[in-house]
């Protein structure tokens, strides 16, 4: 059972917009900045999005991440096959004292 | 290239031990923070342990604390995790990731990660 909650699965046609929430606590999402990894299956993850809304270099602007209260959400616009794969947020847990994953959200592009 | 290459994997019987490896290039590697994240199969990410550049901090989850011990050789340009006791539940892929260096526990290079086993 992981420290983040997201849902297991989203889907969108091709075009469309999905979101994707992750919801946490005081100790963790709240207090800390959020960071969001894309994960294609059978590979390392990569860093999609940082201190809850920042891409770095090279991730396309259709990627965007923001965080009220307890809650950080990724959104992904104009959804492009490439897009499959499974996303995983993370934040820093205070109480934990260590980093802390979300279980997971699989993209799907119907 | 810059990269991340983890070695050392592979099948271990329960209450044994193994050394993980990861290699670092084209980076100044005794400059950033460092951490073992695992996947088991089918599953999310699990943060195990962090070291900070000089080696002098670690950090590690209850899952692994007392069993697992993070190091790292910068002349060497190398981060190792020995873990010890193992346990069927330690099964899982373990990839080296490299912190971001802006002090929010983003990690902005990973390896492709290296598959440990955990059976009789």
């Known amino acids: 059972q992981s420290v983040l909650t997201q849902p297991p699965s989203v889907s969108g046609a091709p075009g469309q917009s999905v979101s994707i929430s992750c919801s946490g606590s005081s100790a963790n999402v709240q207090g800390n900045v959020v960071n969001w990894y894309q994960q294609i299956p059978g590979g390392a993850p990569r860093l999609l999005i940082y201190s809850n809304n920042k891409r770095p270099s090279g991730v396309p602007d259709r990627f965007s991440g923001s965080k009220s209260g307890i809650t950080a959400s990724l959104a992904i616009s104009g959804l492009q096959s490439e897009d499959e794969a499974d996303y995983f947020c993370a934040a820093r847990d205070d109480r934990l004292k260590g980093v802390v994953f979300g279980g997971g959200t699989k993209v799907t592009v119907l | 290239e810059v990269r991340l290459v983890e070695t050392g994997g592979g099948l271990v019987q329960p209450g044994g031990s193994l050394r993980l490896s990861c290699e670092g290039s084209?980076?100044?590697?005794?400059?950033?923070?460092m951490n073992w994240v695992r996947q088991a199969p089918g599953k999310g990410l699990e943060w195990i342990s962090y070291?900070?550049?000089?080696?002098?901090?670690?950090n590690y989850a209850d899952s692994v604390k007392g069993r697992f011990t993070i190091s790292r050789d910068n002349a060497k340009s190398a981060l190792y995790l020995e873990m010890n006791s193992l346990r069927v539940e330690d099964s899982a892929v373990y990839f080296c990731?490299?912190?971001?260096?802006?002090?929010?526990?983003?990690?902005?290079?990973w390896g492709q990660g290296t598959k440990v086993t955990v059976s009789s």
């Open positions: 990731a490299r912190d971001s260096g802006l002090l929010i526990d983003a990690f902005n290079l």
């Open positions: 084209e980076f100044p590697f005794s400059s950033y923070e």
């Open positions: 070291i900070s550049s000089s080696g002098g901090v670690k």
